[in-house]
């Protein structure tokens, strides 16, 4: 059974940081790849940042350049540190994993950005 659970969101100024974390149950050498999708209300979710079990990324052009998504293997955990933040940053962000083509989601956390 995987599980991954969200922490570090909240309530930010525009312009500030926060930092998500990810943790799963047990190794994150088994899946693929690992992301952060976000949904916004009224908004279909989408991909933020990925990362492959080889380390390769990939971001949303609207967070590029603000947003670094890594990946610690001994902590089983991988985290997206956002940066500069903007009011359309706001939603709810779910942590996903690929293993074996089947895809696992955490429960979500809230980001919230002020203007």
């Known amino acids: 059974q995987v599980q991954l659970v969200e922490s570090g969101g909240g309530l930010v100024q525009a312009g500030g940081s926060l930092r998500l974390s990810c943790a799963a149950s047990?190794?994150?050498?088994?899946?693929?790849?690992m992301g952060w999708y976000r949904q916004a209300p009224g908004k279909q979710r989408e991909l933020a940042a990925r990362i492959t079990s080889g380390g390769s990324t990939n971001y949303a052009d609207s967070v590029k350049g603000r947003v670094t998504i890594s990946r610690d293997n001994a902590k089983n955990t991988v985290y997206l540190q956002m940066n500069s933040l903007k009011p359309e940053d706001t939603a709810v962000y779910y942590c996903?994993?690929?293993?074996?083509?089947?895809?696992?989601w955490g429960q979500g956390t809230q980001v919230t950005v002020s203007s």
């Open positions: 047990g190794s994150i050498y088994r899946f693929n790849a």
């Open positions: 996903h994993a690929v293993q074996y083509g089947v895809g696992y």
